[in-house]
């Protein structure tokens, strides 16, 4: 390894899709590059002692105390997300570790869009049950039913909430949002505002797109999805945890809902002995949403672009997770200082 050069270790590429990238060339014009091909806990401890910077791409890969003390040198997290949730920052900050945080995401936002409206008409139209039962041989009549003419109601109106909301009028969907406090009735991009209560209780499709906080944690419990309308339909592909998988299994089991459509869970890989597995009205996708060869172009490419602006000292403060006090100076790698 070049001494002069920071020695990067690039994580969780299951997939080799960042290790043939152009983005990727350009990262290792700036920094040793080794892309590992087996989860970091499984690296020997003096493999690490070098490494100063890691790119990150899987929330599943937790940056807490002993992950650092495993990684003692290290001064930047490049995060390919818009958020660290995976990364104990009050930790970071202590140690003067830089989390880099990328937010565009064109490739990925598409992404996740799609799949909304792909698991709302897999779920209304029964793909799973057609599917299991044309392989097995079988020619049911299934009744499905169309997105046209239909409420969705969307909890959150974010980047993300906005484009579904703009392609479900493109399926001449009815559509609502969430009115959170001191927001108005309607916005001023003509989605009528409603409160939580009578969204769920009118919508027929119920889409997530909240991010994860202490407020969207457990947001649609038992009671909340006991009262969502009849036959309606619940697609979530922001984060698990903002449902109650329990209280789901046991209303997709009696009702009121007819299905769902679910990319993501609150423990992930979701265990082997969840009824979300075997429930015959669930389209289950393995957190699929950002997984798409043009989402790996794009984080490698930003990535690059970051780690160039740290060694120049130019990275936006913006574009991290915290920022570091001023006075710390620059460090080896010609960033702000450990």
């Known amino acids: 390894m070049n001494p002069e050069r920071p020695k990067l270790f690039l994580l969780d590429d299951w997939e080799g899709r960042l290790r043939g990238a152009p983005g990727t060339r350009r990262l290792a014009e700036l920094a040793d590059v080794t892309a590992l091909d087996r989860p970091i806990a499984e690296v020997p401890d003096e493999d690490l002692q070098d490494v100063r910077v890691v790119l990150a791409i899987r929330e599943r890969t937790r940056f807490d105390r002993a992950a650092f003390d495993r990684l003692p040198n290290l001064e930047l997290i490049l995060q390919t997300g818009g958020h660290a949730y995976h990364v104990d920052i009050d930790e970071a900050k202590s140690r003067g570790i830089a989390v880099a945080l990328w937010r565009s995401h064109d490739a990925c ?31 049911p009549g299934l009744l499905g039913g169309t997105l046209r003419g239909r409420r969705l109601g969307i909890l959150g109106m974010g980047l993300q909430g906005r484009a579904v909301a703009r392609l479900a009028l493109a399926f001449d969907m009815d559509v609502v949002a969430w009115a959170r406090p001191g927001s108005t009735q309607t916005a ?32 649609l419990d038992a ?52 009824p979300l597995r075997t429930l015959p009205n669930v389209v289950l996708t393995p957190h ?16 690059a672009g970051q780690l160039e602006d740290y060694l120049a000292n130019k990275l936006d403060p913006g574009e991290l997770a915290f920022a570091l006090p001023a006075d710390r100076g620059r460090n080896q790698l010609g960033g702000v200082s450990r």
Request: glycine share 8%.
């Open 109 to 139: 936002e598409a992404a996740m869009r799609e799949l909304t409206f792909a698991l709302a008409v897999a779920a209304l139209r029964r793909f799973p049950e057609a599917g299991r039962a044309g392989n097995s041989g079988a020619w």
């Open 188 to 219: 001023a991009d003509g989605i009528p505002r409603l409160p939580m209560e009578e969204l769920l209780a009118t919508s027929d499709v119920v889409s997530i797109h909240l991010r994860l906080s202490e407020e969207s944690r457990g947001l």
């Open 223 to 274: 009671a909340r999805l006991r009262s969502m309308k009849p036959g309606s339909v619940l697609v979530n592909t922001a984060r698990g945890a903002i449902v109650d998988e329990t209280a789901l299994a046991a209303v997709l089991r009696d009702g009121p809902l007819r299905a769902a459509g679910l990319d993501v869970f609150a423990h992930e890989p979701l265990p082997a002995d969840s």
């Open 288 to 303: 699929i949403g950002w997984t798409v060869e043009e989402a790996f172009v794009e984080f490698a490419e930003g990535s």
